[in-house]
């Protein structure tokens, strides 16, 4: 058993509102500095920058996630976490068909690059990211679940786009496995009031825009990870995030 420390929420400079400082390099390199071992990068509506990210992780021996914050029909942001760079890829996809196709305009959101693996830009996102998808919270739960992956409401703790603000609650449907907080702070809190959220899973993100947004070292989650792989690593963390950690193991802490 090792506690792997996280940050399951992180944007790139794909990500609008992502600084152009972001590219997949410099935060596997400032992940790495902060001493992160489990790494998510989860772009607005888009994984596009996971393979690239995929890439440099290796390179500071980084366990990666690929993943990406959908943003619902409801206006709800969803974190969506794959077990392969391949699962997320086929969910971009996916996604790009549900997107509504307005042009960007980089001079008021900023530019939404896609990098490669040496961090050089391929290419540029010509269609706006942060707007809602068509996809409800229920077809964003089912889809990911196709794919082999998790699904769970991002931030409930922010009023920006979080569940709570926008349902008024965390609802028992879709049955969500795990939710995400800002503020490790405000769990008692949360837990307290949302009796459906009582027992499960809590992901502290740092949601970082930022290089220096981005988690030091304050959020862990114990992976039995022998014998050892990325593969397994990713595997053992998305079924403990769907509650299928077998009892007495994985439970968090940080």
């Not at 090792?2 to 935060?27: A, F, K, Q, R, W």
């Not at 998510?40 to 440099?56: E, G, R, V, Y």
């Not at 993943?67 to 996809?93: Q, S, Y």
């Amino acid at each position: 058993m090792t506690d792997y420390v996280c940050d399951l929420h992180i944007h790139s400079c794909l990500s609008p509102c992502g600084d152009e400082d972001m590219t997949p390099g410099n935060i596997a390199g400032m992940a790495s500095l902060n001493g992160l071992m489990l790494v998510a990068l989860t772009d607005h509506n888009t994984s596009k920058n996971c393979p690239a990210f995929f890439s440099q992780a290796k390179q500071y021996g980084i366990v990666p996630v690929a993943g990406m914050e959908l943003t619902t029909a409801e206006d709800i942001h969803v974190i969506c976490l794959f077990r392969t760079l391949e699962d997320a890829m086929a969910f971009d996809e996916f996604v790009d068909g549900h997107r509504p196709k307005i042009r960007n305009k980089p001079d008021i959101f900023g530019h939404q690059y896609v990098r490669d693996e040496n961090d050089e830009i391929v290419s540029e996102e010509k269609y706006l990211l942060i707007n809602a998808s068509d996809l409800t919270l229920e077809d964003a739960y089912r889809e990911v679940l196709a794919r082999g992956g998790v699904a769970y409401p991002a931030h409930i703790d922010r009023p920006a786009n979080g569940i709570v603000e926008i349902l008024g609650t965390v609802p028992e449907s879709p049955p969500f496995t795990a939710f995400e907080l800002n503020d490790g702070n405000n769990e008692a809190e949360y837990r307290e009031k949302y009796p459906v959220i009582r027992n499960l899973p809590r992901v502290v993100s740092s949601d970082a825009h930022y290089l220096w947004n981005i988690s030091e070292g304050g959020f862990s989650i114990p992976l039995d990870d022998e014998p050892y792989s990325s593969a397994l690593v990713r595997n053992r963390l998305i079924d403990y995030l769907l509650g299928r950690t077998p009892p007495g193991k994985g439970e968090d802490h940080g």
